[in-house]
Antibody
Framework: EVQLVESGGGLVKPGGSLRLSCAAS????????MSWVRQTPGKGLEWVGR??????????DYAAPVKGRFTLSRDDSKNTLYLQMNSLKTEDTAVYYC?????????????WGQGTLVTVSS | QSALTQPASVSGSPGQSITISCTGT?????????VSWYQQHPGKAPKLMIY???NRPSGVSNRFSGSKSGNTASLTISGLQAEDEADYYC??????????FGTGTKVTVL
């Protein structure tokens, strides 16, 4: 059974930094493409970014609102995905979900974690 | 990238069929057969219901079906059940190698 457990959320001041982690199990992590998707309180979903597998160059893509501020990385030896968030803004306040794309080169999010809440406020 | 447009709410009685629309542009929905749909119950994580416009993952009821015409994709739920009451979001791959979600639709079972 696929399990994704996010951690690292919390309260941070505008301009601050935070690193989220996603511990994965139940599948071959090194083969999967991984994404972060966020959901603002009471609002809709927003894709944040994706990292491909090392086989596919571990390349990353980001949504325009976070490009240059957020960085995705992965440690396949620890089956863990990371999201480094810098220069945080109040509009980054959201629940952040870790998701899988188990079949490379497909374009959907087949498993989701339970999410971790990030609150950016002074 | 603007969010895909969905109706805010759709309702139906048990046993009825409902359809949720998802309208984008030729740079996303209309340009690729890469539309997916997600169901989200309150306080829960989203769940994949349809991928690549009309394919169902293993374990998803065949009461859920998807289609696309031009820049608009649709999710149909037939034989509506109480457990189908949830929020539904569409998503599409886009021409700039990223993803855009819909605005979300609240489905109410009357």
């Amino acid at each position: 059974e696929v399990q994704l457990v996010e951690s690292g959320g919390g309260l941070v001041k505008p301009g601050g930094s935070l690193r989220l982690s996603c511990a994965a199990s139940g599948f071959t992590f090194s083969n999967a493409w991984m994404s972060w998707v966020r959901q603002t309180p009471g609002k809709g979903l927003e894709w944040v970014g994706r990292i491909r597998s090392k086989t596919d160059g571990a390349t990353t893509d980001y949504a325009a609102p976070v490009k240059g501020r957020f960085t995705l990385s992965r440690d396949d030896s620890k089956n863990t995905l990371y999201l480094q968030m810098n220069s945080l803004k109040t509009e980054d306040t959201a629940v952040y979900y870790c998701t899988t794309t188990l079949l490379r080169w497909t374009t959907y999010f087949d498993n989701w974690g339970q999410g971790t809440l990030v609150t950016v406020s002074s | 990238q603007s969010a895909l447009t969905q109706p805010a709410s759709v309702s139906g009685s048990p046993g009825q069929s409902i359809t949720i629309s998802c309208t984008g542009t030729s740079s996303d929905v209309g340009g690729y057969n890469y539309v997916s749909w997600y169901q989200q119950h309150p306080g829960k994580a989203p769940k994949l219901m349809i991928y690549d416009v009309s394919n169902r993952p293993s374990g998803v009821s065949n009461r859920f079906s998807g289609s696309k015409s031009g820049n608009t994709a649709s999710l149909t739920i037939s034989g509506l059940q109480a457990e189908d009451e949830a929020d539904y979001y569409c998503s599409s791959y886009t021409s700039i190698s990223n993803y855009v979600f819909g605005t979300g639709t609240k489905v109410t079972v009357l």
